[in-house]
Structure formats: structure tokens, C-alpha cells
């Protein structure tokens, strides 16, 4: 007869005993956080006089990713009422991404107790955590450039740690890349992580860095596979995996954050500017030099009717890459280059149909010099010395007309030599 | 020539169809001058600025090469007119240079020099205007032809190499700065500047002069149009 009784008191003491004990005592449930949290004037006094809020909208924490956990996954020593607890460690579920995290600019200097770099929550937020591809989260791709830019459009960040000021930021939401995320809201688009990467970013002089001018043209080839392709063929795509560091990578060209389309003038490979861009190396002394290049390619290509016609904006002429490939450029010596002289016919005929091989004898770029090109150097030094002294036998001829008129005037003067008026 | 003409002791040393035909040469060569001397000095500022105003490259091009078209019509017609025509015919005979022009200039050296007494007795043309003249005229063909080329540079990538066209570009440019020097410096100074003509011999406008100039500077004219009871 006892049993049954017996069973229920225990279950109704249990019962009571766990409804009345202090919740401090077991982990609190998601009901309890939120009878403190969920009032929008908590908030907890800094050292330095900040209040911080420490209320949770727990709408945002329910349609968040792990809106199905409870609040102690993460705040495991989390107690009802509780004093200050234990950072989070995301590394417990996310290893992978706090240890490349850990390597990172962000990572080492958050390491040495700098708290104003972003730990996993200022780029995720904290507790309203979206995944990737939600497009409410702060790191999907379309939010991407507004999530870092908090912190790097901020004069105070810039000059403390000595990052690009808000020009190159500023550039990036101008280039192709950016207009076409911001204006055309295409999530193709590269955003900031798609060239510095996201947990292990680093600045660009580590040759760990994504960024590092080695590994420039795989970055970019992640998007872009074929020009990656062509590059790599190229002379300057050869030259770079050989480790020559000055062979130019995508970014040389292209730049970085300003990139623009080609045909956007602006842009550094417009075909007005490509002669300024590919001359930034080629008119380099030091360049031609070391890899026995031809030397002033840039001044006898502005001096040519191509250069002249550029420079003025006629966007059909020939600019160097119209000759010399884009992606692909090979020196001439190389039977496959387009200025391999058994090419010119072909290369020059894509503008002019009928400049065969007997037009492309000779050179293209013309250097007015008795070894390089004596024809034109000799006519030009012809009528040089030709017009100067032809005017100089008219400074004589009407000097001395003027003096024979002078002299007579002053021997038919009435009043002898110093008669004239 | 009109009475009140000679009455005035004026004389008509251009007609109206050479004043056209110079007044033409006027114009269009200053027009090619400022379009092309600013393509030849690029780098220049004041040449930056002028292609600038006449609407870029392409539109420099195609006012430099309306000019030119111009010119050469000009040209072919003054050929014409000088080889066919009955006022052309005679002026063409006088043109040619012949061995007493050159003894007339070494005697105008000598003449101012003070080691002549007379000075040089020209007919209805000088030497100087005859090297004016021809100069003017080799230097139009010359540069009319290596203009052609380089407009016609699609047809002339036919025949020539390369090295051509970039002497067509050289000879061109040059031959206008020899025609600029000989224009600017030794036309304009004969006919605006000499003491005979100071400030300016009027027939290019009128196509008139003073019966006395002729007599000073072209005596053997003047004598010839006094014998045929001219003046």
C-alpha cells in the first residue's frame, strides 16, 4: 500500500525541490537568460566609464544559426545570476577556423590582448550568427565589404596600425569588382575575403599572405581560370614562377583595389593608359638591362602616329598591347609571339589588311639614331641643317640688302656722314 | 588697266584669278601649318592646346586633310592655268630661271657690298621671287605626295615597307617647317617689311602697283609696258 504512495511523494518532493532550488545551481535554460537578457536596459559599467549592453534580442538569437542550441553551448560556465563569465571559444565546435584565425593579423595581435582587432564576432556577430549564404548574415558575400569596412573605414584604426587610409577602400566600391557586388548585386563578384582570404588574413608582404605578389596570379586564377591559363604561358607568367620578383603579376596591370573594366578610361589597362602602365617597367633602365630588353620602347611608340593617335583619345589605334598580346605576351624571338617577326603581317593586319611581309620589314618602334634607323635619321639631320642654313642666308641676304641701303643713304646725305636723320 | 588706273600711275601686277589662287595658298597653308606643326611637336604644350580645340586627333586629321584636298585642287588648277591659259603661258615664261637671275644676285651681293654701281635690272620677276616661286611650288608637290601616302596609308602598306612611310612622315613634316621658314621669314619679310614695300605691297588685295615702284624695282617691266604704250 506504501509503494505507490511512497513513489509519488518522491516524485512530487523531487518535484518541488527542483522548482524551489536556486537556479544558480543547475545550467539555465535558454527562459531564464532571457528574464535578465531580454531587457533592453541591462547593461554592465566598464573600467574606462563605457556602459556595454548586455541585452539579447532573442529574435535575432532564435533565426540565428544556432538559434536551436541553448545559451550555455556557448557560455558554458553560465550560471542564473551570474557574475563576468568566461570568453566564448568558438574554436570548441570551429577548430579549423580558430586555428587558421590564430595566424592571422587579426588572430596574433587579439592574441597579445589588443581588443579593438575583431575576434570571431565582429566579423559573425554574436549572437545573431547567419551562415554564409543567408543573405541577412554579415558575411554573405554581399555584406562582406560593409562588415570590414566598419573597422577600416575608421581613421583612428588606419593610423594606428598603419593601413591603407579610406582612399583605397573608397577606390575598391568604384572598381569593376565592386560596382559589380554593390550596383549589380552579383554575388560572383570578388569581395574583400576573395583576395585576403577570411580567418588567415595577412598583410600582403607575408609570403603566407593570399595577397603575396607569389601568390597574386592563383588568387585572381581562382576566378578567373583561362587568363590564369594564358599567363602562365606568358613571359611574365614564367618569369614569376621562376621567382623573379619584379616580373609583374595580375595586380601590376591591373591594380588592386582601383581595377576597372578596359574600357572604362579610368582604368590603368585602358587602351590610353596601357603605354603608361606597361612603361611604369619598360622604360626602366634597370629593366631593359637585366633582361637585355630594347631600350626606349615607350618614347618611340608616343612619337609614332599610334602613340600620338592614344594619347588623344583615339581608342582605335594601336596601343602596346594591340600588338604585343595582353595575357600572353611573348618576346619577339619566340616563334609563337605576335611581334615574332614571321607574325608581324598577321599582328599588323588585324588593323591593316594590306600590310604584308614587305610592310613589315624594318622596325616598328623607331629609334631616330644612325645605328637604328639611318634613313629617317639622315633626312631629319638633311633638312635640319638645310632649314637652318637657309635661314640663315636670309638673315644675310636682308642684312645685307639693309646695310647696302644704309651705306649709300649715308654717302648721298647732303650734310656728309652724320647727316641723317 | 582702267584710265583712272593710269591716271593714279597704277599699275596691275596680279589678276584677280592669282589673287584668288594666292589668297587661297594663304589660308589653307596657315590652316596646315597650325594642324600639322601641332601634330608634328605632340609633346608641346601650345601644340596640346590647339589640337585640343580643333576637337582632337581624328578632327585635326580630317580639317588638315580638307585643307589639303583644297590645296592641291588649287594646285593642279594653277598648272593648268599657267601651262594653258592665255594670261598663264606668258606669266610662265617670265618665271623660268635662266643664268641672268643668278648673275643678278651675285650683282645685288656686290651692289650692296659697294663693289657694284647698278643695281640689278629685273624684269616683270626678280630672283627673289622666282626662288620664292619654285620653291613654294617643289615644295606643295613634295609635300602633297608624301601626304597622299601616309593618307592613303592602307594602299601604300601595298608597295612600300614600313621604313617608307616613316620617311614619307619625316620628309612631310619637315618640308613643312623648310616651307614655314621660307614663308614666315623670307615671303612675309619681301612683302610686308622691305623698305620698298613697308607695310605692305598691296597688289596681293588690290592687284595693283605704283607705276613708280615698278619702275624702281622691276625697270626692265616697267620699261616694257611704257614701249608698248601701257603707261
Known amino acids: 500500500m506504501m509503494r505507490p504512495f511512497l513513489s509519488l511523494a518522491v516524485a512530487v518532493a523531487a518535484a518541488v525541490l527542483f522548482l524551489t532550488v536556486p537556479a544558480g545551481a543547475a545550467t539555465p535554460g535558454v527562459g531564464e537568460c532571457m528574464d535578465c537578457h531580454g531587457d533592453r536596459t541591462i547593461e554592465k559599467s566598464l573600467p574606462n566609464g563605457q556602459t556595454v549592453s548586455l541585452y539579447v534580442d532573442l529574435q535575432a538569437y532564435r533565426s540565428s544559426i544556432h538559434g536551436g542550441s541553448s545559451c550555455v553551448t556557448c557560455h558554458v560556465d553560465a550560471k542564473a545570476p551570474h557574475e563576468k563569465l568566461k570568453k566564448v571559444s568558438c574554436g570548441k565546435c570551429h577548430g579549423d577556423a580558430e586555428k587558421s584565425y590564430a595566424g592571422s593579423s587579426h588572430g596574433k595581435l587579439r592574441a597579445k ?7 570571431c564576432d565582429g566579423c559573425h556577430g554574436a549572437h545573431d550568427i547567419r551562415k554564409p549564404k543567408d543573405p541577412a ?8 565589404v560593409a562588415t570590414c569596412l566598419r573597422c577600416h573605414k575608421d581613421r583612428a584604426i588606419e593610423q594606428k596600425y598603419n593601413l591603407p587610409d579610406q582612399k583605397v577602400m573608397a ?3 568604384q572598381s569593376v569588382h565592386g560596382m559589380a557586388s554593390k550596383k549589380s548585386g552579383l554575388t560572383g563578384s570578388a569581395v574583400c575575403v576573395d583576395c585576403h582570404g577570411n580567418h588567415a588574413i595577412l598583410p600582403g608582404d607575408q609570403p603566407r599572405s593570399a595577397t603575396h605578389r607569389q601568390n597574386i596570379p592563383t588568387m585572381c ?3 578567373h581560370p583561362g587568363i590564369l591559363e594564358q599567363y602562365e604561358k606568358s613571359v611574365h607568367g614564367k618569369g614569376m614562377r621562376a621567382g623573379i620578383a619584379e616580373s609583374p603579376v595580375c595586380t601590376d596591370c591591373h591594380g588592386e583595389h582601383t581595377i576597372a573594366k578596359v574600357g572604362d578610361p579610368s582604368s590603368s589597362v585602358s587602351s590610353r593608359n596601357i603605354p603608361k602602365t606597361c612603361s611604369g617597367c619598360h622604360e626602366k633602365e634597370g629593366i631593359s638591362t637585366r633582361y637585355a630588353l630594347p631600350k626606349n620602347r615607350f618614347s618611340s611608340y608616343m612619337d609614332s602616329f599610334h602613340g600620338i593617335a592614344v594619347e588623344y583619345g583615339m581608342t582605335k589605334a594601336a596601343n602596346c598591347s594591340s600588338c604585343h598580346g595582353v595575357h600572353d605576351i611573348l618576346p619577339s624571338a619566340d616563334p609563337a609571339s605576335t611581334v615574332n617577326k614571321a607574325n608581324l603581317p598577321k599582328t599588323c593586319g588585324k588593323c591593316h589588311p594590306n600590310a604584308g611581309p614587305n610592310f613589315a620589314k624594318g622596325d616598328v618602334h623607331v629609334e631616330i639614331s644612325p645605328k637604328k634607323a639611318m634613313g629617317v635619321f639622315a633626312v ?4 635640319t641643317i638645310f632649314i637652318a642654313a637657309l635661314v640663315i642666308l636670309f638673315a644675310l641676304h636682308v ?7 644704309w651705306s649709300r643713304r649715308k654717302e648721298n646725305a647732303p650734310g656728309g656722314k652724320e647727316g641723317q636723320s | 588697266m ?3 588706273d593710269l591716271a593714279a600711275g597704277k599699275v596691275i601686277r596680279l589678276s584677280l584669278l592669282f589673287r584668288v589662287q594666292h589668297l587661297l595658298l594663304t589660308v589653307l597653308l596657315t590652316v596646315l601649318a597650325v594642324t600639322g606643326f601641332a601634330l608634328m611637336y605632340h609633346e608641346n604644350s601650345l601644340a596640346q592646346w590647339i589640337i585640343r580645340m580643333e576637337g582632337g586627333v581624328h578632327n585635326r586629321g580630317i580639317v588638315h586633310r580638307v585643307a589639303a584636298v583644297l590645296l592641291m585642287a588649287n594646285l593642279v588648277y594653277h598648272v593648268f592655268y599657267m601651262l594653258l591659259s592665255r594670261e598663264g603661258k606668258p606669266e610662265m615664261r ?8 643668278i648673275d643678278d644676285f651675285f650683282q645685288s651681293l656686290r651692289y650692296n657690298l659697294g663693289t657694284a654701281k647698278e643695281y640689278p635690272r629685273f624684269g616683270r620677276y626678280g630672283y627673289k621671287e622666282k626662288f620664292q616661286y619654285w620653291g613654294a611650288s617643289a615644295g606643295i608637290v613634295l609635300i602633297s605626295l608624301t601626304g597622299i601616302m601616309l593618307w592613303a596609308e592602307e594602299f601604300s602598306m601595298v608597295f612600300f615597307p614600313k621604313v617608307v612611310l616613316d620617311l614619307a612622315i619625316v620628309i612631310h613634316g619637315y618640308q613643312g617647317l623648310l616651307a614655314f621658314a621660307v614663308l614666315f621669314l623670307w615671303h612675309l619679310y619681301n612683302v610686308h617689311l622691305h623698305p620698298s614695300v613697308f607695310p605692305m605691297n598691296p597688289s596681293w588685295i588690290t592687284g595693283k602697283v605704283s607705276a613708280e615702284w615698278l619702275r624702281e624695282e622691276h625697270p626692265l617691266e616697267y620699261e616694257k609696258l611704257k614701249g608698248e604704250g601701257l603707261l
Open chain 1, 113 to 119: 590582448g589588443v581588443t579593438d582587432v575583431p575576434g
Open chain 1, 137 to 144: 548574415a554579415r558575411t554573405f558575400r554581399l555584406n562582406i
Open chain 1, 171 to 173: 577606390a575598391y566600391e
Open chain 1, 221 to 223: 586564377g581562382k576566378c
Open chain 1, 380 to 383: 631629319r639631320l638633311f633638312y
Open chain 1, 399 to 405: 642684312g645685307l640688302e639693309l646695310y647696302g641701303r
Open chain 2, 2 to 4: 582702267s584710265r583712272a
Open chain 2, 94 to 101: 617670265q618665271l623660268f630661271i635662266g643664268r641672268q637671275d
